[in-house]
Nanobody, 114 residues
Framework: QVQLVESGGGLVQPGGSLRLSCTVS????????MSWYRRAPGKQREWIAL???????KYADSVKGRFTISRDVSKNMVYLQMNSLKPEDTAVYYC????????WGQGTLVTVSS
């Protein structure tokens, strides 16, 4: 059974930065395309970034140029570096396999507010 544990969220002021981490157990990140998603209050979950199993990243327009997805195959972890945060980035953030999803983790809450 694959388990996903997201961490690193918190309260940050607009313009600030956070680094989210995703620990994957029960499978390997190096041979899966991994994604970050988020669910803002009152909205559906949306895809925001992925890293292909070859390491190439892709981003939604809403975060392009501000967020960076990466992975550490030795630790079996996926990261999301978030810079220049905006209030509209407030959401619960999740990681998962990009294709057929594994069971979702609990997510990590990011609140961008002054």
């Amino acid at each position: 059974q694959v388990q996903l544990v997201e961490s690193g969220g918190g309260l940050v002021q607009p313009g600030g930065s956070l680094r989210l981490s995703c620990t994957v157990s029960g499978s390997l990140v190096y041979n899966n395309t991994m994604s970050w998603y988020r669910r803002a209050p009152g909205k559906q979950r949306e895809w925001i970034a992925l890293v292909l199993n070859g390491g190439i990243p892709k981003y939604a327009d809403s975060v392009k140029g501000r967020f960076t997805i990466s992975r550490d195959v030795s630790k079996n972890m996926v990261y999301l570096q978030m810079n220049s945060l905006k209030p509209e980035d407030t959401a619960v953030y999740y990681c998962n396999r990009h294709s057929t999803s594994w069971p979702w983790g609990q997510g990590t809450l990011v609140t961008v507010s002054s």
